[in-house]
Nanobody, 116 residues
Framework: QVQLVESGGGLAQAGGSLRLSCAPS????????ISWYRQAPGKEREWVAV???????NYLDSVRGRFTISRDNAKNIIYLQMSSLKPEDTGVYYC??????????WGQGIQVTVSS
């Protein structure tokens, strides 16, 4: 039973920033694909960003240039740095891990609210 624990969410003002963290409950995720997803109120879940074991990244077009996904393999933590936040970034953010996109393991989700 692998757990992904998200932290760092909360309330931000438009134009502000937040950094989300995802901490897997065990080691060995350094070569695994890690993704972030989000679900806005009344909307379907959408993929936001991905990082693979080699450090390659990709992003949803609407967040590219504003969000950065990274991983600290020594600490076994994955980050999503969110800058220039917009109200439409509001939603529940989920960390995801596995060998595909999406992968097998999901976090419980963490709320991000961006005010106008």
């Amino acid at each position: 039973q692998v757990q992904l624990v998200e932290s760092g969410g909360g309330l931000a003002q438009a134009g502000g920033s937040l950094r989300l963290s995802c901490a897997p409950s065990r080691s060995g995720f350094d070569t695994i694909i890690i993704s972030w997803y989000r679900q806005a109120p009344g909307k379907e879940r959408e993929w936001v960003a991905v990082i693979n074991g080699g450090g390659g990244t990709n992003y949803l077009d609407s967040v590219r240039g504003r969000f950065t996904i990274s991983r600290d393999n020594a600490k076994n933590i994955i980050y999503l740095q969110m800058s220039s936040l917009k109200p439409e970034d509001t939603g529940v953010y989920y960390c995801n891990a596995g060998t595909s996109v999406p992968g097998t393991y999901w976090g419980q989700g963490i709320q991000v609210t961006v005010s106008s």
